[in-house]
T-cell receptor, first 114, second 113 residues
Framework: EAQVTQNPRYLITVTGKKLTVTCSQN?????MSWYRQDPGLGLRQIYY???????DKGDVPEGYKVSRKEKRNFPLILESPSPNQTSLYFC?????????????FGPGTRLTVL | GQQVMQIPQYQHVQEGEDFTTYCNSS?????IQWYKQRPGGHPVFLIQ?????EVKKQKRLTFQFGEAKKNSSLHITATQTTDVGTYFC?????????????FGAGTRLAVHP
C-alpha cells in the first residue's frame, strides 16, 4: 500500500530535549516536505527536499533541521525544542514539485513541548 | 509577501444545504490545489486547477478557478455529514529559485443532520 508513515504519532517532551520525528514514504517520490499545523494558520511549510541531499528552507524553518540521506526518509530534528514548537506536524511527499503535484500526507505527529 | 486567503474560516450548515468556500491570492497563480482534512485526520488531495476559468466537478463538489487566476472556489451541493472537515486551498509561491506550496488557513465545515 502506497503510504507516508510518521513516528511517533504523539510525543510529549520538555524544553531543550533533542528529538527526531521520522518520516518514510514507499512511493519513490523525489519531493518531500514537513509542515506544521496550528489553529487559524493552516499548514506552514518548515523544510522541503527536492531529492537526496537537496534540502531547503520553507516558510518557518527556525528551530528545525532536516536531512535527506535516502530517498524514502526525511526526518525532522528539533535540536532544542521550545514550547512554541508545540504543534501538529505533517510529512508529505510528491512525485515532483509540491506546487504542481498531488501531495501525499502522513498521519501526523502531535508534539507537546512543556 | 504572497498570501493565500480563505473565507469563511468556519461555516456550519444543515444537512442538505449548499456550501461554498473561497480562496483569494494576492498574486496570479499558475495553478491551485484543494485538500480536505477530516477531523483528526491528515490532508487529502482533492483536485488541481490549472487553466483560467476552469471548472471541474467531482460528484457534488464543483471547483472553479477564476479568469484572472487569482481566486478559486469550492462549492458543495446538498451537503452530507461525510463532508465534515476542513478544506484548504494551496497555491505555488516562487521563492529562492524554487516553487513552494503555500496553504490558506482553511475553512472548517460542520454539517448538522
Amino acid at each position: 500500500e502506497a503510504q507516508v508513515t510518521q513516528n511517533p504519532r504523539y510525543l510529549i517532551t520538555v524544553t531543550g530535549k533533542k528529538l527526531t520525528v521520522t518520516c518514510s514514504q514507499n512511493m519513490n517520490h523525489e519531493y518531500m516536505s514537513w509542515y506544521r499545523q496550528d489553529p487559524g494558520l493552516g499548514l506552514r511549510q518548515i523544510y522541503y527536499s527536492m531529492n537526496v541531499e537537496v534540502t531547503d528552507k520553507g516558510d518557518v524553518p527556525e528551530g528545525y533541521k532536516v536531512s535527506r540521506k535516502e530517498k524514502r526518509n526525511f526526518p525532522l530534528i528539533l535540536e532544542s525544542p521550545s514550547p512554541n514548537q508545540t504543534s501538529l506536524y505533517f510529512c508529505a511527499s510528491s512525485l515532483g514539485l509540491a506546487s504542481y503535484n498531488e501531495q501525499f500526507f502522513g498521519p501526523g505527529t502531535r508534539l507537546t513541548v512543556l | 509577501g504572497q498570501q493565500v486567503m480563505q473565507i469563511p474560516q468556519y461555516q456550519h450548515v444543515q444537512e442538505g444545504e449548499d456550501f461554498t468556500t473561497y480562496c483569494n491570492s494576492s498574486t496570479t497563480l499558475s495553478n491551485i490545489q484543494w485538500y480536505k482534512q477530516r477531523p483528526g485526520g491528515h490532508p487529502v488531495f482533492l483536485i488541481q486547477l490549472v487553466k483560467s476559468g476552469e471548472v471541474k466537478k467531482q460528484k457534488r463538489l464543483t471547483f472553479q478557478f477564476g479568469e484572472a487566476k487569482k481566486n478559486s472556489s469550492l462549492h458543495i451541493t446538498a451537503t452530507q455529514t461525510t463532508d465534515v472537515g476542513t478544506y484548504f486551498c494551496a497555491g505555488p509561491k516562487f521563492s529562492g529559485g524554487y516553487n513552494k506550496l503555500i496553504f490558506g488557513a482553511g475553512t472548517r465545515l460542520a454539517v448538522h443532520p
